[in-house]
Nanobody, 125 residues
Framework: VQLQASGGGLVQAGGSLRLSCAAS????????MGWFRQTPGKERDFVAV????????YYADSVKGRFTISRDNANSMVYLQMNSLKPDDTAVYYC???????????????????WGQGTQVTVSS
């Protein structure tokens, strides 16, 4: 499974960005797709996840109400719409694929076996 993330950039606080993740290859190996983010010297943090089947979504508390994850099964695409961005949202964002659908596991990067290259999001104050 290959993942290609795009859509990052520089935006002012309060602005919006939409990240995209294109999945290719043996995508049937993944049952859920997530977004994580990482800043220098810190762990990779969970942001949001969506299941391919049924479309259930889960969000980190820090982004609830501001970010929306969605999917396009036909084209193997996953999106992260980010609104009301804050400087604290500045990070490299990664899309990732997991073969689990267990709620508690979907929040941990340990259960994601496929990763995109990351896209930088910078929010200026």
């Amino acid at each position: 499974v290959q993942l290609q993330a795009s859509g990052g950039g520089l935006v002012q606080a309060g602005g919006s960005l939409r990240l995209s993740c294109a999945a290719s290859g043996r995508t049937f190996r993944t049952r859920a797709m997530g977004w994580f983010r990482q800043t220098p010297g810190k762990e990779r943090d969970f942001v949001a996840v969506i299941k391919w089947s049924g479309g259930s979504t889960y969000y980190a508390d820090s982004v609830k109400g501001r970010f929306t994850i969605s999917r396009d099964n036909a084209n193997s695409m996953v999106y992260l719409q980010m609104n009301s961005l804050k400087p604290d949202d500045t990070a490299v964002y990664y899309c990732a694929g997991s073969d689990t659908v267990i709620h508690s596991e979907l929040h941990s990067s340990r259960f994601y076996h496929y990763w995109g290259q990351g896209t930088q999001v910078t929010v200026s104050s």
